[in-house]
């Protein structure tokens, strides 16, 4: 019998504030470019008042994914935490409104922090760089992981941001064991090269015992293994995880999984912000295996959902996903 | 000498929450389409629980006027109300950001209110439904307009939908007549056909004995007169008003002044919200005023500056408006 979600998805839930930039302003802010840093409340302030004029949309790299789905017709729910407060409302009406399952317990004002955001610089090459200020959400612990909720997941998808958190290893553990006690896969996905940096052990240890697909892209990849070549960081993946998924960016992206490798071209499309691209990427591919579909069907729907959230400001999905995948012959 | 502001606006500071749907979507849910409706909490609590995933961006008519004015480098100021929350926070961000001067009193936790939305439907045919919940932006009162800031305006900005506040009357007076009484000049929008049949008479009173310059398109035109053409109704205004300028959408803009009738056709553009138009094409106008422009180039500096804001998905600009109106000619 078919679980109640293919997906469940577990992440640091944020409102992103997206603004242009120039590259000067990067550098005399100490942005830096590409990456995502974490900032506290008064950088967050800071860096806030001299921003440009912004736009709010919910993000969360784990959330983008999960919306993603949901987008797609997908049964899939997401556990992240917001505050009561207007932020929270927006984060949590936008992944109920997209159609996934969204239940964890709100924090108050008790918390002091608010629900977390963050500031995405979009510069002239539709780079973006990202500064977080993680407020509330740095704080889901095991408390919050719901043991009915893992068990009714066909694929758990891990955010590796969440390593961050001063408790997200026991919430992850406590999530990983509910899923895999019913029978269910966990996925995990790198997030970004300095998070990997500041977090290895903790990774290798939970891809090693754990994971049965692993997301990245080659920065990530590289910064995992510490190797000069993707070529060589993919060798030593492929031993230890069943199914290694490496983006590529304009490259597309390669699967590897029982001794074979397969490759998905970039979907050809104008790029106005890469915001999300890594995201969504994750959602037509859990989608695809969701479904029943082979690896390079899968790596196929993954480049297609990404090339639709770069083409415009904001890293959930704005056009008809589930028609954009007709058009490719993906349905 | 001039003054510090050519531009000095006042409207309902709003956060516009943007969202695609179809028409069945309006229909099922009783909003009218292409106009603006006042709605209590209840009906925006009902409302936003059935909408899509929104988009959040700083809204409001005249503020966006006035957020238009500063892109292109005006000297410019704004005041409307918001509370100490955090859409009000984002609402004096995008504004200070911009270039805009904004210091209106906000409101706290005792007014009641939160900050007013505005949730902006847009359907595939790029038509734009708006249901507005007012929040404390109905309550600007006289004890907000600052008659040293209103002395300071070489142009005053009115936005006509501020008719619906309870105190609106006594402060558009207040702001008129400090802002006359320094040699400043006094113009308004109608806003809204309905907002024009609710309020005609205070209306044609505050423009007959008050306003320097109109701005409607052919719909607010023929509601404010009465008349069965956009010719009588024009024919009418402009035996009131030193000029009348009247947006008549995809053809574009007549402005009525001295006995003489200018036309600029509108901008050649790919529309993909309509959110915003009116608004921006009043920027540019009063920019080209502002800066000892005749009437015809002001008017094409309307158009030019309507046709970026419905381009894209929000009222604000997105492009450097300076550069865009360079490559038009228009600096």
């Known amino acids: 019998m078919s679980k109640s979600y293919q997906v469940v998805g577990v992440g640091n839930a944020l409102v992103d504030v997206l603004s242009h930039c120039d590259e000067d302003f990067l550098t005399h802010n100490a942005v830096e470019k590409g990456i995502m840093q974490l900032i506290d409340t008064g950088r967050a302030s800071e860096l806030y008042g001299k921003m440009g004029p912004a736009t709010e949309v919910s993000g969360g790299s784990a959330a983008n994914t999960i919306a993603g789905i949901a987008a797609l017709g997908g049964r899939t729910a997401y556990v992240g935490k917001v505050r009561d407060d207007q932020l929270g409302n927006i984060f949590a009406h936008d992944m109920r409104a997209q159609g996934a399952h969204y239940d964890t317990p709100r924090a108050n004002g008790d918390s002091g922090h608010e629900t977390g955001r963050c500031m995405v610089l979009v510069t002239p090459d ?29 694929w758990l998808y891990l955010e590796g941001y969440r390593f961050d958190g001063p408790d997200s290893h026991a919430a992850f553990a406590k999530a990983i064991n509910a899923c895999k006690a019913a029978g269910g896969k966990v996925s995990i996905t790198l997030s970004d090269p300095f998070c990997v940096e500041r977090h290895r052990e903790a990774f290798r240890d939970m891809i090693r015992d754990h994971v049965d697909l692993l997301f990245c892209n080659e920065h990530e990849m590289t910064a995992m293994y510490q190797t000069d070549t993707l070529e060589a960081a993919m060798a030593r993946a492929e031993k230890e995880v069943g199914i290694v998924v490496c983006t590529v960016g304009a490259k597309g992206a390669f699967v590897l999984t029982g001794g074979e490798r397969y490759h998905a071209p970039a979907a050809a499309t104008r790029i106005v912000d890469l915001t999300g691209a890594g995201d969504l990427f994750a959602s037509g591919f859990l989608h695809g295996l969701a479904n029943g579909r082979d690896m390079l069907t899968s790596a196929r729907m993954g480049c297609v959902a990404a090339g639709e959230v770069i083409d415009h400001i904001g890293a959930r999905p704005n056009a008809d996903l589930k028609a954009l995948f007709a058009r490719h012959g993906l349905n």
Chains 1, 2 share one sequence.
């Open 126 to 154: 539709s780079e973006r760089s990202m500064s977080t200020y993680l407020g509330v959400s740095e704080h889901l612990g095991p408390e919050d992981i719901d043991e009915a909720l893992m068990a009714e997941a066909e």
